[in-house]
């Protein structure tokens, strides 16, 4: 069925690409493939999934649905096949929005929402309710790696266990370290929970740990959740929920113990859960709504017998809609975060289409919905993925490029995790870049903001897929002073990062994409054509992720 | 909300065969002519995602200073700035801002002279303001100029020499002689429509079109006082409009006239104006507010002499909205009306762009907006070019092109009026493709019901392009069984939308016959021409200097 249509394409545009570069047809073909990555057509579609008309992207709005049917009518122009459901181009997000009421009571006590806790229900179920001894557990961590179990001995089935925010690491920088971040994750440890048979977990917020204030956490959870349903990982446990350090204080003290003694035992090894002598009840009730949502998935067929494996180019679409007005703009355009991105995915798409890149495994362009609301669509894409995932070899994520100025290095994050990273480096080498230094600011907030973890190739990675992530940042910008790079990067997150002023107003340079998106190109054609499927390295934290996802019969 | 996608994405993506371009090298692919170069690059993937695209629910029906509207502006630039093609708008842009308001008239008509008094708004007269402001005094001399038709090629000049600069000119509807001015056939010049022209042209303040045998009836004509969109002309013509003669006749009869013996006059060649004992002074209250509006502009520059020249493809891009429910649907989506014809207009730009040629005169790529609404966007591109679209010479138009599949044969009106029929059937013949003028599409006028009709009257040989009825593997009936079904069931309705059994191969016909005729039209030794006989001809030098 494919094979007229797109081969009728490919040859059109190998005579094409003759016709303007007379050597192009002597070049290697991943030089001519990453040649025709084109200019124009990278800031036409940035211009337009950044423009007020777009609306901002905003999943479960017009603007966000506007901009999936852009990159399914952008898809089909190409000749890509669709790859999503039931023949479409649509890789359908089972999104819900759900909002929480909730009541928590320490014996006679009455705490008050948004101010002492924010609860949640876990799984789908319209109303729950747990009461009886609270359960301190620590950091709620069970981590054989660092030989940590918080849950020791313990058994706290049926039972409201209450967990420190972040790691022992906070109190003894000699633990944890290079250990798994998630673990500081409030969702980690809700989930650890539910792992143990608890009914109900709440994780205390202490104020010196956690980077986001209190008011934010709570507002955040006072008003609509958007999640994925059912969740990825329900298990028996019904509540989940944040306690603030004063109400975690006054349940302590009711059992008689003491907070700070308490938390200071936690980061002690051996550290083993403590009965808190109070009890607690807890209940919520949630309203729910469908919210629709979509990834888009087109794919460019491999040659071969490996045409049944795909790499994927990954970048969200979304952004976060229409929203309060900053100085009158309530227009979150999103021209960064990740209509360029979205703009460098297609443009790759038509470099391999016109380019007539011939790969030998498949490769999957996707846009991600719903990431923005926590990477629900890259996570729903790994769930229930178009392609095995054993068979998904390697993923390249775009979530904002760098537009600002040509630089003469470039990163991607996760380069050192996998073999991915040797690929990476030729690429980069190829169109004349360095690799960004380890030490250099720009990659040492990348490490400090974990911003791995934060978009849409951490779903992969922990399901197993070795995983890049083009970093946005360079350390060394063409005819700029030494460290303009990281001026530009705290620049960006401190003026226009979610802000209505990320739109195309604050000085984009479409050009500096071009070389970027070369070392894309080559990268993936290197991962699509590699005999074997990249591994992660021996030291990586998904590695066991990956020996699990290729040994897994699907 | 994301809706299952159309059924024209799902299914495999039909191309056009390549095979000879994949066969020949760049040079012999070089060697081929033009026309030959271009229109192999036409698209069918490209035309299907575009086509899907602007017909989507998500577009909202692309009405005219909405949301979709705005959407497929930027969608249509997009494709243009993905191409490379130059921006032929305002200032560097894709973007022809059109001098579009919407007005809701209130105004007051006293007429002074021997039987002076007040005329009633809606009961007495309607008319329809043209200016920027919401408030105008104009006032002038009444001049009663027949039927206000100047049609030099039918000999025919109510206003002779006769200065009417800053005067209200008071006409009858209609024409004097169905045998000159058939209607059915050539320029509309008894329209309303072609009054006005000639009002603004020779300088009028107002027109009024007398309301009585031939005129619509009353109620159509008062809903013209309804709030309702317009372009801000600068013409000097402030308003135009229509007084019943219940309400005239007193005036002129003042003057010992009556209207029975004016209309008697202005039956006759010689006739020549008649200045009435009475002034006409209107205060032209409206509340006016702008309403964004954009064509959609962008050019492949041509070189040497000729560059300045320009010739242009254009679709209109605008339908009619979300309005009433249909069995529950309320998006006009317009496919066929006319997101067939805006992804014809891409795909054709994007075989230009693809193909490499280099054209002697400039080409453009134009989609329109405010069609629906009377033809604005057009009409606004010829009144105020763009400096960077050149000088157009000659104008192709697509609207409700082919979704029904493989043809023989390939429609148009307006063949006969200039060169470009003979463009056009050149083209046609190298797809194999006979040329057809249809009797319905000329009974039904559609040269003068598009975008092409404004560039005819600014003196642009056009022609528009229209589907042909004889389609491959269907019985002989079919393709007009087919075109009745859309103007009983579908036109303007919800239900122009796609459908699972439509088909682009017919429009990849068409866009490559444009693509072709404009690759003729942009490298030809001269500019298209009018038939000597053709009602658009350039005016006479006599005609000129009556002016």
Same mark, same amino acid.
């Given at each position: 069925?494919?094979?007229?249509?797109?081969?009728?394409?490919?040859?059109?545009?190998?005579?094409?690409?003759?016709?303007?570069?007379?050597?192009?047809?002597?070049?290697?073909?991943?030089?001519?493939?990453?040649?025709?990555?084109?200019?124009?057509?990278?800031?036409?579609?940035?211009?337009?999934?950044?423009?007020?008309?777009?609306?901002?992207?905003?999943?479960?709005?017009? %603007?966000?649905?506007?901009?999936?049917?852009?990159?399914?009518?952008?898809?089909?122009?190409?000749?890509?096949?669709?790859?999503?459901?039931?023949?479409?181009?649509?890789?359908?997000?089972?999104?819900?929005?759900?909002?929480?009421?909730?009541?928590?009571?320490?014996?006679?006590?009455?705490?008050?929402?948004?101010?002492?806790?924010?609860?949640?229900?876990?799984?789908?179920?319209?109303?729950?309710?747990?009461?009886?001894?609270?359960?301190?557990?620590?950091?709620?961590?069970?981590?054989?790696?660092?030989?940590?179990?918080?849950?020791?001995?313990?058994?706290?089935?049926?039972?409201?266990?209450?967990?420190?925010?972040?790691?022992?690491?906070?109190?003894?920088?000699?633990?944890?370290?290079?250990?798994?971040?998630?673990?500081?994750?409030?969702?980690?440890?809700?989930?650890?929970?539910?792992?143990?048979?608890?009914?109900?977990?709440?994780?205390?917020?202490? %104020? %010196?740990?956690?980077?986001?204030?209190?008011?934010?956490?709570?507002?955040?959870?006072?008003?609509?959740?958007?999640?994925?349903?059912?969740?990825?990982?329900? %298990?028996?446990?019904?509540?989940?929920?944040?306690?603030?350090?004063?109400?975690?204080?006054?349940?302590?003290?009711?059992?008689?113990?003491?907070?700070?003694?308490?938390?200071?035992?936690?980061?002690?090894?051996?550290?083993?859960?403590?009965?808190?002598?109070?009890?607690?009840?807890?209940?919520?009730?949630?309203?729910?709504?469908?919210?629709?949502?979509?990834?888009?998935?087109?794919?460019?067929?491999?040659?071969?017998?490996?045409?049944?494996?795909?790499?994927?180019?990954?970048?969200?679409?979304?952004?976060?809609?229409?929203?309060?007005?900053?100085?009158?703009?309530?227009?979150?355009?999103?021209?960064?975060?990740?209509?360029?991105?979205?703009?460098?995915?297609?443009?790759?798409?038509?470099?391999?289409?016109?380019?007539?890149?011939?790969?030998?495994?498949?490769?999957?362009?996707?846009?991600?919905?719903?990431?923005?609301?926590?990477?629900?669509?890259?996570?729903?894409?790994?769930?229930?993925?178009?392609?095995?995932?054993?068979?998904?070899?390697?993923?390249?994520?775009?979530?904002?490029?760098?537009?600002?100025?040509?630089?003469?290095?470039?990163?991607?994050?996760?380069?050192?995790?996998?073999?991915?990273?040797?690929?990476?480096?030729?690429?980069?080498?190829?169109?004349?870049?360095?690799?960004?230094?380890?030490?250099?600011?720009?990659?040492?907030?990348?490490?400090?903001?974990?911003?791995?973890?934060?978009?849409?190739?951490?779903?992969?990675?922990?399901?197993?897929?070795?995983?890049?992530?083009?970093?946005?940042?360079?350390?060394?910008?063409?005819?700029?002073?030494?460290?303009?790079?990281?001026?530009?990067?705290?620049?960006?997150?401190?003026?226009?990062?979610?802000?209505?002023?990320?739109?195309?107003?604050?000085?984009?340079?479409?050009?500096?994409?071009?070389?970027?998106?070369?070392?894309?190109?080559?990268?993936?054609?290197?991962?699509?054509?590699?005999?074997?499927?990249?591994?992660?390295?021996?030291?990586?934290?998904?590695?066991?992720?990956?020996?699990?996802?290729?040994?897994?019969?699907? | 909300?994301?809706?299952?996608?159309?059924?024209?994405?799902?299914?495999?993506?039909?191309?056009?065969?390549?095979?000879?371009?994949?066969?020949?090298?760049?040079?012999?692919?070089?060697?081929?002519?033009?026309?030959?170069?271009?229109?192999?690059?036409?698209?069918?993937?490209?035309?299907?995602?575009?086509?899907?695209?602007?017909?989507?629910?998500?577009?909202?029906?692309?009405?005219?200073?909405?949301?979709?509207?705005?959407?497929?502006?930027?969608?249509?630039?997009?494709?243009?700035?993905?191409?490379?093609?130059?921006?032929?708008?305002?200032?560097?842009?894709?973007?022809?801002?059109?001098?579009?308001?919407?007005?809701?008239?209130?105004?007051?008509?006293?007429?002074?002279?021997?039987?002076?008094?007040?005329?009633?708004?809606?009961?007495?007269?309607?008319?329809?303001?043209?200016?920027?402001?919401?408030?105008?005094?104009?006032?002038?001399?009444?001049?009663?100029?027949?039927?206000?038709?100047?049609?030099?090629?039918?000999?025919?000049?109510?206003?002779?020499?006769?200065?009417?600069?800053?005067?209200?000119?008071?006409?009858?509807?209609?024409?004097?002689?169905?045998?000159?001015?058939?209607?059915?056939?050539?320029?509309?010049?008894?329209?309303?429509?072609?009054?006005?022209?000639?009002?603004?042209?020779?300088?009028?303040?107002?027109?009024?079109?007398?309301?009585?045998?031939?005129?619509?009836?009353?109620?159509?004509?008062?809903?013209?006082?309804?709030?309702?969109?317009?372009?801000?002309?600068?013409?000097?013509?402030?308003?135009?409009?229509?007084?019943?003669?219940?309400?005239?006749?007193?005036?002129?009869?003042?003057?010992?006239?009556?209207?029975?013996?004016?209309?008697?006059?202005?039956?006759?060649?010689?006739?020549?104006?008649?200045?009435?004992?009475?002034?006409?002074?209107?205060?032209?209250?409206?509340?006016?507010?702008?309403?964004?509006?954009?064509?959609?502009?962008?050019?492949?520059?041509?070189?040497?002499?000729?560059?300045?020249?320009?010739?242009?493809?254009?679709?209109?891009?605008?339908?009619?909205?979300?309005?009433?429910?249909?069995?529950?649907?309320?998006?006009?989506?317009?496919?066929?009306?006319?997101?067939?014809?805006?992804?014809?207009?891409?795909?054709?730009?994007?075989?230009?762009?693809?193909?490499?040629?280099?054209?002697?005169?400039?080409?453009?790529?134009?989609?329109?907006?405010?069609?629906?609404?009377?033809?604005?966007?057009?009409?606004?591109?010829?009144?105020?070019?763009?400096?960077?679209?050149?000088?157009?010479?000659?104008?192709?138009?697509?609207?409700?092109?082919?979704?029904?599949?493989?043809?023989?044969?390939?429609?148009?009106?307006?063949?006969?009026?200039?060169?470009?029929?003979?463009?056009?059937?050149?083209?046609?013949?190298?797809?194999?493709?006979?040329?057809?003028?249809?009797?319905?599409?000329?009974?039904?006028?559609?040269?003068?019901?598009?975008?092409?009709?404004?560039?005819?009257?600014?003196?642009?040989?056009?022609?528009?392009?229209?589907?042909?009825?004889?389609?491959?593997?269907?019985?002989?009936?079919?393709?007009?069984?087919?075109?009745?079904?859309?103007?009983?069931?579908?036109?303007?309705?919800?239900?122009?939308?796609?459908?699972?059994?439509?088909?682009?191969?017919?429009?990849?016909?068409?866009?490559?016959?444009?693509?072709?005729?404009?690759?003729?039209?942009?490298?030809?030794?001269?500019?298209?021409?009018?038939?000597?006989?053709?009602?658009?001809?350039?005016?006479?030098?006599?005609?000129?200097?009556?002016?």
């Amino acid at each position: 069925m494919r094979a007229p249509g797109l081969t009728g394409m490919l040859a059109l545009a190998l005579p094409l690409a003759a016709h303007h570069r007379p050597v192009a047809a002597q070049q290697q073909p991943a030089a001519r493939v990453a040649q025709a990555v084109n200019a124009d057509v990278f800031a036409a579609h940035l211009t337009l999934l950044a423009d007020d008309a777009l609306e901002g992207r905003g999943t479960g709005e017009r %603007g966000g649905e506007t901009a999936a049917k852009y990159l399914a009518a952008q898809f089909a122009r190409l000749g890509l096949e669709p790859a999503g459901d039931a023949g479409t181009y649509y890789h359908h997000i089972p999104l819900v929005g759900r909002r929480f009421t909730s009541t928590l009571r320490l014996s006679a006590d009455t705490l008050v929402p948004g101010e002492d806790f924010v609860a949640y229900l876990a799984g789908t179920d319209t109303m729950a309710t747990a009461r009886g001894e609270a359960v301190f557990v620590g950091y709620g961590i069970v981590a054989p790696e660092q030989r940590w179990n918080d849950y020791a001995g313990a058994d706290v089935r049926g039972k409201i266990v209450v967990a420190l925010a972040g790691t022992p690491a906070d109190q003894d920088s000699a633990l944890f370290r290079d250990a798994r971040p998630e673990y500081a994750f409030r969702q980690y440890k809700v989930d650890e929970a539910a792992r143990r048979g608890a009914a109900a977990a709440l994780v205390v917020y202490r %104020g %010196g740990v956690m980077p986001v204030p209190w008011p934010s956490i709570a507002q955040s959870w006072l008003g609509e959740q958007v999640q994925l349903d059912p969740p990825a990982r329900a %298990g028996s446990l019904l509540i989940g929920g944040w306690l603030n350090e004063p109400a975690a204080r006054r349940l302590v003290e009711q059992g008689g113990a003491d907070f700070r003694t308490l938390a200071e035992s936690a980061a002690r090894p051996g550290f083993r859960a403590v009965p808190l002598r109070a009890a607690l009840d807890v209940g919520v009730a949630a309203r729910t709504r469908r919210i629709p949502a979509a990834n888009v998935v087109g794919r460019l067929p491999g040659r071969g017998s490996l045409a049944g494996e795909a790499v994927v180019l990954g970048a969200h679409y979304d952004h976060l809609g229409i929203g309060a007005p900053v100085a009158e703009d309530s227009i979150y355009n999103g021209a960064v975060d990740n209509a360029s991105g979205t703009a460098g995915m297609l443009t790759v798409a038509e470099a391999m289409v016109r380019g007539a890149a011939r790969p030998a495994r498949s490769v999957l362009f996707v846009g991600f919905g719903a990431e923005e609301q926590g990477l629900l669509g890259s996570e729903s894409f790994v769930n229930r993925p178009p392609v095995p995932l054993r068979q998904i070899a390697a993923m390249v994520n775009l979530d904002a490029l760098n537009l600002t100025s040509e630089s003469r290095d470039i990163a991607a994050l996760g380069a050192e995790l996998s073999s991915l990273g040797s690929l990476f480096r030729s690429a980069a080498a190829a169109e004349g870049y360095r690799l960004t230094p380890r030490s250099s600011p720009v990659l040492v907030e990348a490490m400090q903001q974990d911003f791995f973890n934060r978009s849409d190739q951490a779903p992969f990675a922990r399901a197993g897929v070795p995983a890049l992530f083009l970093y946005a940042a360079a350390h060394d910008l063409v005819g700029r002073p030494a460290g303009a790079g990281k001026a530009e990067l705290d620049r960006y997150l401190e003026r226009h990062y979610h802000q209505p002023s990320d739109d195309l107003r604050q000085g984009l340079d479409p050009r500096v994409a071009v070389r970027q998106l070369r070392v894309v190109t080559r990268t993936l054609l290197a991962a699509a054509n590699q005999r074997s499927q990249a591994v992660w390295s021996a030291n990586a934290p998904y590695r066991s992720a990956g020996e699990r996802r290729v040994s897994r019969d699907q | 909300m994301i809706r299952m996608p159309l059924a024209a994405l799902r299914r495999p993506l039909l191309l056009v065969p390549f095979a000879l371009l994949a066969a020949g090298s760049a040079s012999a692919q070089s060697r081929q002519p033009p026309p030959e170069r271009v229109a192999r690059e036409v698209s069918s993937a490209a035309l299907q995602a575009h086509l899907g695209f602007l017909a989507d629910d998500a577009l909202e029906g692309r009405r005219t200073g909405t949301h979709g509207a705005a959407v497929a502006a930027r969608y249509i630039a997009a494709q243009f700035q993905r191409l490379g093609l130059q921006p032929a708008g305002d200032s560097g842009t894709y973007f022809h801002r059109i001098p579009l308001v919407v007005r809701r008239p209130d105004p007051i008509l006293r007429a002074s002279g021997e039987a002076a008094g007040a005329l009633r708004w809606l009961d007495d007269y309607v008319l329809v303001p043209r200016l920027a402001d919401s408030v105008a005094d104009v006032s002038g001399e009444v001049v009663f100029a027949g039927y206000g038709i100047v049609a030099p090629n039918r000999g025919w000049d109510d206003y002779k020499q006769t200065d009417v600069r800053g005067k209200v000119v008071l006409v009858l509807p209609g024409d004097p002689d169905s045998t000159i001015f058939d209607r059915r056939m050539g320029r509309p010049w008894s329209s309303v429509r072609e009054k006005v022209e000639v009002a603004a042209r020779r300088g009028a303040a107002g027109l009024l079109v007398l309301h009585g045998a031939g005129a619509p009836p009353w109620d159509a004509v008062r809903a013209l006082g309804d709030e309702r969109l317009g372009l801000v002309y600068d013409d000097g013509l402030a308003y135009w409009g229509w007084i019943r003669d219940s309400a005239a006749a007193p005036l002129v009869a003042a003057g010992g006239r009556s209207l029975p013996e004016l209309a008697a006059a202005a039956a006759w060649r010689d006739f020549t104006p008649v200045t009435l004992p009475f002034r006409l002074d209107a205060t032209l209250r409206a509340t006016v507010s702008p309403v964004s509006a954009v064509n959609v502009l962008a050019k492949l520059p041509g070189r040497g002499p000729h560059a300045g020249e320009s010739v242009l493809l254009g679709a209109h891009y605008d339908h009619e909205g979300i309005g009433p429910p249909e069995d529950g649907d309320s998006i006009y989506n317009g496919a066929e009306d006319n997101a067939s014809g805006t992804a014809a207009v891409l795909g054709a730009a994007e075989a230009f762009a693809r193909s490499g040629v280099r054209p002697e005169r400039t080409v453009v790529f134009a989609a329109f907006v405010a069609e629906e609404e009377g033809l604005l966007g057009s009409e606004a591109l010829v009144l105020a070019p763009p400096e960077a679209m050149g000088r157009v010479v000659g104008m192709v138009n697509g609207d409700y092109l082919n979704l029904y599949g493989r043809t023989r044969d390939i429609g148009t009106v307006g063949n006969e009026l200039s060169s470009l029929g003979a463009t056009l059937e050149v083209a046609a013949r190298a797809e194999s493709l006979t040329v057809r003028v249809d009797p319905d599409d000329v009974r039904r006028a559609r040269f003068f019901r598009s975008d092409n009709y404004p560039f005819a009257r600014a003196g642009i040989p056009a022609v528009r392009i229209v589907n042909g009825v004889d389609y491959v593997g269907r019985p002989p009936e079919w393709g007009r069984e087919q075109r009745e079904r859309y103007w009983t069931e579908r036109y303007h309705q919800p239900d122009d939308e796609l459908a699972e059994w439509m088909s682009v191969d017919g429009l990849v016909q068409q866009a490559r016959v444009a693509a072709r005729i404009l690759m003729r039209l942009a490298d030809a030794p001269a500019a298209p021409a009018w038939a000597a006989s053709a009602d658009f001809a350039p005016a006479s030098p006599r005609e000129e200097a009556s002016r």
